[in-house]
């Protein structure tokens, strides 16, 4: 029985992208083009960024080790 032609597409090399790694937002999911210097949370718009300052030091831990970052809030 042949494989699945996806199969055989998966095991192929490339080189590694030339575009810039993407950031995506810590509370929305959105892309996120800014960060937040007090806690280093990535956030979207000023709405986001609103609701990021009004967060608690160990809320701002939480959504960063669900990213996998050790926090860094102070």
Sequence with gaps: M????????S????PPSLLPHKHYCDIT????????PATGLRYHDKSVYDVIKT????????????????????
Excluded: F, H, N
Excluded at 11 to 14: F, P, Q, V
Excluded at 30 to 35: F, G, M, Q
């Design 11 to 14: 095991s192929m090399e490339a």
């Design 29 to 36: 999911g959105l892309e996120a083009p800014y960060t937040d």
């Design 2 to 9: 042949p494989s699945p032609r996806w199969l055989a597409d």
């Design 55 to 74: 967060l608690s030091a160990s809320s701002a831990k939480e959504y960063l080790a669900a990213r996998g970052v050790s926090s860094i809030v102070k």
